[in-house]
C-alpha cells in the first residue's frame, strides 16, 4: 500500500490557553478528496497552516506528500494552497503575479507561459491577465489564487473555501477542476461551509468541532444513520455532530 498523501498523528496547536486543534490523527490517501468540515472557530485554518508549515504544532507530527511538516523545504515544492485570502501584490498584474510564482517555483519559464496560459483561460482570467490585481474583484483574485495553488501541479492541494466569491460558472470550473485534479491522482484537502460542494466532490469527511475530529468516514457512509441505515443530509450529519450536548 502507498503510504498516506497526508498522515498526522496527536497534531495539536495552543495558543495561550486556548487549544485549537486537539490530537488530531490524519490518514488521507492519495488521489483523494478529503472534506474538512466544522463549525467557525473549530480549528480548520490552524490545521491547514500546521499541514503547510505555516505555522508549527505545539505537539504531534505530520508529514504531506512524504515530507514531513519541519522540512519545509521539501514540503512546499510538493503542495499547493489556497487560504481564504490569496496571498496577491496588488501593484502586479495577473499574469506578473503568476510568473512571479512560476519563478520562485523554478518553473522552466517556456513551462510556466505554457502552464499560465491554460489555468488563465481555463478560470476564464485570460482576458484580465494584464490588469493590475488592484484592479481585480473579489472572485477575479480567488481564481488568481487558485491558479497560483496549482501552477506547479502539486501533489497535495489544500482549498479553504475555494468557491468563495466566485460566480456559477466559475464556482462549476473549480468544482470541475477539483474533480480532475483527483481523477489524476492528485489529493485535494477541502474546507467548505458549501456542503453541497463537499458533498459532490469528497470521498471521505471529516468533521473538526473545537479542535477533535467528531466524525469521519465516506461521504455516503456517514449520511447512513447507524441506528436506521435511512439517509440523511450532510447537513444533518454536520448538526448532529457539532452540536453540544448537555450533561455529558
Ligand atoms: N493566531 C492566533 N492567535 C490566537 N488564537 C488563534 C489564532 N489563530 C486561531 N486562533 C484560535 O483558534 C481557534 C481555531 O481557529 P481557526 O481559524 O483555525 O478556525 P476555523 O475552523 O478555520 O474557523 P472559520 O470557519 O471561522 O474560518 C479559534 O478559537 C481562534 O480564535
Known amino acids: 500500500m502507498p503510504s498516506p498523501a497526508i498522515e498526522a498523528t496527536g497534531l495539536t496547536k495552543r495558543y495561550g490557553d486556548e487549544t485549537a486543534v486537539d490530537g488530531l490523527d490524519l490518514s488521507i490517501p492519495q488521489g483523494t478528496v478529503y472534506g474538512f468540515l ?19 504544532p505545539t505537539h504531534g507530527t505530520a ?6 511538516i519541519d522540512d519545509r523545504d521539501a514540503l512546499v515544492e510538493r503542495i499547493g494552497y489556497l487560504p481564504e485570502e490569496p496571498p496577491l501584490f496588488d501593484e502586479l498584474t495577473g499574469r506578473e503575479q503568476l510568473e512571479y510564482i512560476a519563478g520562485l517555483r523554478d518553473l522552466p519559464p517556456a513551462d510556466a507561459t505554457e502552464r499560465i496560459d491554460s489555468l488563465l483561460d481555463r478560470f476564464g482570467l485570460a482576458d484580465d491577465a494584464d490588469k493590475r490585481i488592484s ?5 477575479m483574485k480567488q481564481k488568481a489564487g487558485i491558479v497560483q495553488a496549482l501552477l506547479h501541479d502539486p501533489e497535495v492541494v489544500f482549498l479553504d473555501e475555494p468557491t468563495s466569491g466566485l ?10 477542476t477539483i474533480a480532475d485534479l483527483a481523477e489524476d491522482e492528485t489529493t485535494v484537502f477541502l474546507s467548505s461551509h458549501i456542503l453541497s460542494v463537499v458533498d459532490e466532490l469528497a470521498d471521505t469527511v471529516g468533521v473538526l468541532f473545537k ?7 465516506g461521504t455516503e457512509a456517514l449520511k447512513k444513520r447507524a441506528e436506521t441505515g435511512e439517509q440523511q443530509s450532510l447537513e444533518d450529519v454536520f448538526l448532529e455532530v457539532t452540536t453540544e450536548v448537555d450533561g455529558t
Do not use: H, I, Q, W
Open 167 to 176: 460566480d456559477p460558472r466559475a464556482a462549476r470550473t473549480v468544482r470541475d
Open 63 to 68: 508529514s504531506v506528500a512524504g515530507a514531513p
Open 38 to 56: 466544522g463549525p467557525n472557530g473549530a480549528g480548520k485554518t490552524t490545521t491547514m497552516r500546521m499541514l503547510t508549515t505555516l505555522t508549527k
Open 135 to 139: 484592479a481585480y474583484s473579489k472572485g
Open 211 to 217: 479542535g477533535d475530529l467528531v466524525a469521519e468516514g
